[in-house]
């Protein structure tokens, strides 16, 4: 069976078409994925997020657990009570665990996001390591998470909590506030500005209906998905796994090598440093007609083949986009193999779109 957050009423009495996500039952769309995706291009929509994992790291050593653990560097928020860093979770071969930001909340405190599809295993991995570190592990269940994105979206959001406007007054992209149980986050999934909240499971519906009446649309995972690729930002399971290296996943600035910290799987990095790496991840951009998808063969002449990991029409853009791994070579043209043809695509660094406008 799968579980239902505490926003599937609100879900369904908003027309919302339900799918099954990571063993969640999660909105995929309440009528149109493209007007959802322009909503928050343009004005303000909000994702039901309660599905992902809220993991917070207690102890005095919580702070060394981290730093053993994860590829970036949690030193890096001392004495910043709300700061945040994105990092990744490595296995001892090197691939990727999970992606994860986390946040230093006080001395002894860090709140982790983790995601839905990882969560058990994330969890597996924390408290195999914990007692070596004396640290406790608590998964908080009783909080629910909202996104709330776009250019609109602080605005509204301010509209309808004079708690949350006051708790997010001063804060920077990647900064956030806690109140006891109410967590604002200047963070966001999309490539747009915004907040994600945290709040007991029974008062999050409250909050949802509030900002729909301000004119703040419900969106489902459908435009999370086209959003977050537009705005280049990989997806575990597609554009990173187990297999895969930060160093090959266009996430080698989440890897915090300076010092001699140790952390899990840096002497693979070092040794795929020193080796030189081989792969990187891309964006593309279709020239011909088609819709790129993951898993689609990548010709890159004069230098081999590589493979699409994500891919889809661009709502922004009118265009076929996708994340793609190749190897190594200053080219900025490929082919991408599609039903027995062989299409033009344009090689790009992402992000393709970062606050409403194409940068490419």
Not at 52 to 80: T, Y
Not at 120 to 131: G, I, P, V
Not at 324 to 344: S, Y
Request: some cysteine; charged content about 25%; aromatic content about 6%.
């Amino acid at each position: 069976m799968s579980q239902k957050t505490a926003l599937y009423e609100a879900h369904l009495s908003l027309g919302a078409k339900m799918v099954d996500f990571a063993g969640w039952q999660m909105p995929i769309h309440y009528g149109s994925q493209l007007e959802e995706h322009h909503a928050i291009r343009k004005a303000a929509g909000m994702f039901d997020v309660s599905h992902m994992g809220i993991v917070d790291i207690h102890g005095s050593r919580a702070r060394d657990f981290l730093r053993f653990l994860m590829a970036n560097d949690v030193a890096k928020l001392d004495q910043s009570p709300g700061k945040a860093i994105y990092t990744c979770m490595l296995n001892e071969k090197g691939g990727v665990i999970d992606d994860l930001i986390i946040t230093f909340v006080e001395l002894g405190w860090y709140r982790i996001v983790v995601n839905a599809g990882t969560k058990e295993k994330d969890l597996a991995w924390f408290r195999k390591h914990a007692s070596s570190f004396d640290v406790r592990v608590e998964l908080r269940e009783d909080l629910s998470m909202i996104a709330v994105q776009g250019p609109e979206a602080i605005a509204k959001v301010h509209t309808v909590s004079e708690q949350i406007e006051r708790m997010a007054k001063n804060l920077k992209r990647f900064d956030s506030n806690v109140e006891g149980d109410l967590f604002v986050a200047r963070t966001g999934y999309t490539g747009e500005d915004g907040y994600e909240i945290m709040m007991p499971s029974e008062d999050i519906e409250e909050l949802w209906l509030n900002l729909v009446e301000q004119g703040v649309a419900p969106c489902g995972l459908g435009a999370r998905d086209t959003l977050r690729l537009e705005a280049g930002m990989n997806l575990y399971g597609q554009d990173m796994d187990e297999n895969t290296s930060p160093l090959i996943s266009a996430l080698a600035w989440t890897v915090s090598m300076e010092g001699h910290r140790q952390f899990i799987g840096r002497d693979v990095l070092e040794a795929e440093k020193t080796e030189g790496v081989k792969e990187r991840l891309v964006g593309l951009v279709l020239q011909d007609k088609g819709v790129l998808r993951a898993h689609q063969k990548v010709i890159v002449e004069g230098i081999g083949e590589g493979e699409t990991t994500s891919g889809s029409f661009s709502p922004t853009m009118r265009q076929s986009i996708a994340l793609a791994r190749i190897p190594v070579g200053d080219v900025d043209h490929c082919l991408v193999e599609m039903r027995g043809k062989q299409l033009a695509a344009k090689i790009v660094k992402p992000p393709f779109v970062r606050n409403g406008k194409v940068i490419i």
